[in-house]
């Protein structure tokens, strides 16, 4: 992969992180998906994931960083993030079966 197809597909997971992820992630624990709630999210994410900044770090490093988060939050608060728009809003309400069409 070239840098620049690096670049766009680090962008496409920064958007995803910032507009579905945190936003489901306030949410989800009682936040209004203000800016605000998303940076002390984001705050506390980077503390589980124990990095000082997730901004021009490659490809892998973010994505390893969500994968983080989303298994953070499913594992220790049963709390299930969207990763894609596609997957229904209530989907920790679903029955398992329906959960694996999206994984």
């Known amino acids: 992969m070239n840098s620049q197809e690096n670049n766009e597909k680090t962008h496409k997971l920064y958007r995803l992180y910032w507009s579905l992820i945190l936003s489901d992630a ?3 624990t ?3 998906p203000t800016k605000r709630n998303k940076l002390l999210l ?3 994410h980077k503390k589980i994931y124990e990095c000082d900044s997730i901004a021009g770090r490659p490809y892998e ?3 390893d960083f969500i994968t983080t988060i989303v298994a953070h939050y499913a594992i220790e608060l049963g709390i299930f993030l969207r990763t894609d728009k596609k997957m229904p809003e209530n989907i920790d309400e679903l029955p398992l079966g329906k959960c694996w ?3």
Do not use: M, P, Q
Request: one cysteine or more; proline letters at 0%.
């Open 30 to 32: 009682g936040w209004k």
């Open 42 to 44: 984001h705050e506390a």
């Open 101 to 103: 069409d999206f994984l």
């Open 61 to 63: 490093y973010v994505s």
């Open 26 to 28: 306030c949410i989800k």
